[in-house]
């Protein structure tokens, strides 16, 4: 069993930034997957045990994830948010295939929501 521990979200202005972070029991691929009210949960971000990191095109450029392997804590900088980015953001751990889909990911944070506003 894998738990994840979210902290780190909040209330920004449009151009702001905030920074997640997840702690996990374990060492394996982590990433953050969001979800705005009314819509699917979306994959955001991920890295691999290796430390392989791979985005979704609509947060390039402006989030990085990086991962302190020695406190087992996978972080997501988010840089120059947009109101679109405002979404309930959740931490997955335990990879068991396609990285970008929700389904592959085994255990979930309990969620920490980003709300942006223009």
């Known amino acids: 069993q894998v738990q994840l521990v979210e902290s780190g979200g909040g209330s920004v202005q449009a151009g702001g930034s905030l920074r997640l972070s997840c702690a996990a029991s374990?060492?394996?691929?982590m990433g953050w997957f969001r979800q705005a009210a009314g819509k699917e949960r979306e994959f955001v971000s991920s890295?691999?045990?290796?430390?392989?990191?791979y985005y979704a095109d609509s947060v390039k450029g402006r989030f990085t994830i990086s991962r302190d392997t020695a406190k087992n804590t996978v972080y997501l900088q988010m840089n120059s948010l947009k109101p679109e980015d405002t979404a309930v953001y959740y931490c997955?751990?335990?990879?068991?295939?396609?990285?970008?889909?929700?389904?592959?990911?085994?255990?979930w944070g309990q969620g920490t929501q980003v709300t942006v506003s223009s």
């Open positions: 890295i691999t045990s290796g430390g392989t990191t």
């Open positions: 997955a751990g335990y990879l068991t295939s396609t990285y970008y889909r929700a389904t592959s990911w085994r255990y």
């Open positions: 374990s060492g394996y691929a």
